[in-house]
């Protein structure tokens, strides 16, 4: 589907609110010629500074003829100029389509920061969903949803300490690579012999943290890739170290991915739990077996149970429990099946994914041949996760999306009270400095104004081992600078 639009600076959004309301088309965005499916002429008839007035015209052609919108905007800021753009965009392909998105027109990953933003000016819950709905067209579920993740974040944070850091330890070996993934992460069985390597570098990008804050992190969280991957020898020694080299005394979680079932090991629970972690995901993403074998995944959903059995025996009370809706043929009966399954683990929390359709998986090229496995009601299946999330007692308490995620809907955190993720909460609101180290990180400053800047460090391993002087000097260049 080609768009026609005559201003660069709304292409992003525009795009992406194409996009949601075509997941299947391949959306372009062309600044020439008019014969675009959609055209959208936006006129600013005059700029004084960050005020502006003028129109914004959409006409597009539908199965029942052409639709056509204007709307005029006088002495507006730029902002709002592109919250109208959306809005009038959203009004047009809605009478296309006949869809209605329950985010309305939010294609940002982070909403709930627009409620944290207007809660933390004081405004009233009612005055809140106000704007979500005229501003955004959000629904009133989602709007609740949002409003609510709001103030249990709100309290989360609120021992969060100001110029404090989180600290975040990248493990990007996996047992095997699951077809949806596109993080970086690499099968251990063909990079074994670099494993050494790799942790004698990552050990040397957590001393420059340990040398540059003079405090401990708040929360730590060593993930991937698939941490359990390494061996219990190694995960012991990498917790020890991060142990020494920093002040625990105020960390409120310490935790790790132990993800995927078939790296589990009762030595490597041991380790883990001997070291003082407190919270681990396991991570089924389905508990279907038929799927998991479509999907890459080489453990049963008895291989699930056979791993919580293993964790509470290590004495893990806080246990997180990973699942995907819109795997390929995963309909209602699918997921209701996970979700029983699910209860019966009884875990802390659980951490919903709507699937995120990634140009660099391998699902992506695998959907392309096989679109009768597209699963389509998505909407139901979030409400379904949600009603038995609420069943066990699990409460939401952090939120985000991502581009091209099935149903145009969301990734929810729902947890036990005093069993919330913190570090979920602070990576998702930007309060404070996410201290990354290994391949394919990406470290966060957050300066005193507010002003966020970021690091990333190389994904391919063996550049990672080879550039990690570079890694960490810029790394100085970032957190020694000043505010």
Request: negative net charge; charged residues 25%.
């Amino acid at each position: 589907m080609q768009v026609t639009l005559n201003s660069q600076g709304f292409s992003y959004d525009v795009h992406s609110l194409v996009k949601a309301f075509y997941p299947e088309e391949d959306v372009t965005i062309t600044e020439e010629g008019d014969n675009g499916a959609v055209r959208i002429f936006i006129t600013p008839d005059t700029i004084a500074g960050d005020d502006i007035s003028g129109s914004v015209q959409i006409s597009a052609d539908g199965p029942a003829g052409p639709v056509e919108r204007r709307d005029g905007f006088s002495h507006i800021a730029r902002a709002d100029v592109k919250n109208l753009v959306k809005r009038s965009l959203y009004f047009v392909l809605n009478e296309l389509t006949g869809r209605e998105l329950s985010w309305g027109t939010m294609t940002g990953i982070r909403p709930v920061k627009v409620c944290m933003k207007l809660i933390r000016e004081k405004a009233s819950d009612s005055d809140t969903a106000g704007y979500m709905k005229s501003v955004y067209l959000c629904s009133d579920k989602k709007t609740d949803l949002a409003i609510n993740v709001a103030h249990t974040e709100k309290r989360i944070l609120e021992d969060i300490r100001p110029g404090g850091f989180s600290l975040y330890v990248g493990i990007p070996f996996c047992p095997t690579t699951c077809m949806y993934c596109s993080f970086t992460s690499y099968p251990i069985a063909a990079c074994s012999g670099m494993v050494e390597d790799y942790l004698d570098a990552l050990k040397r990008e957590l001393d420059f943290f340990a040398d540059h804050y003079d405090c401990g992190p708040d929360s730590v969280y060593i993930g991937g890739g698939t941490p359990t991957t390494l061996s219990a020898g190694q995960l012991s020694d990498l917790v020890s170290y991060i142990r020494r080299s920093f002040d625990m005394s105020s960390c409120r979680e310490f935790t790790v991915e132990a993800g995927r079932p078939d790296s589990i090991t009762d030595e490597k629970l041991a380790a883990l739990s001997d070291q003082g972690v407190s919270r681990i995901s396991i991570n089924p993403q389905t508990m279907n077996d038929k799927t998991l074998r479509l999907i890459g995944r080489r453990h049963t959903s008895d291989d699930v149970y056979a791993a919580f059995e293993k964790a509470r025996r290590a004495h893990f009370t806080n246990i997180n429990t990973d699942i995907i809706l819109g795997l390929p043929g995963e309909g209602p009966d699918e997921v209701a099946l996970t979700l029983d399954k699910i209860r019966t683990l009884a875990p802390e929390s659980l951490t919903v994914h709507s699937m995120a359709l990634k140009r660099a998986a391998a699902m992506h090229e695998f959907l392309k041949d096989h679109r009768e496995l597209i699963v389509k009601d998505t909407d139901r299946l979030m409400d379904m996760a949600q009603e038995t999330a609420a069943a066990m007692d699990l409460h939401p308490y952090y939120l985000y999306r991502q581009k091209n995620m099935a149903g145009n809907l969301e990734n929810i955190g729902f947890a036990k009270e005093d069993c919330y993720g913190i570090y979920n909460v602070v990576i998702m609101e930007e309060v404070s400095d996410i201290a990354a180290a290994g391949a394919g990180t990406i470290s966060k400053r957050v300066f005193g104004d507010g002003r966020i800047e970021r690091c990333d460090n190389v994904k391919d391993v063996s550049l990672y081992i080879d550039r990690i002087d570079e890694m960490i000097e810029r790394k100085k260049t970032l957190f020694n600078k000043g505010e």
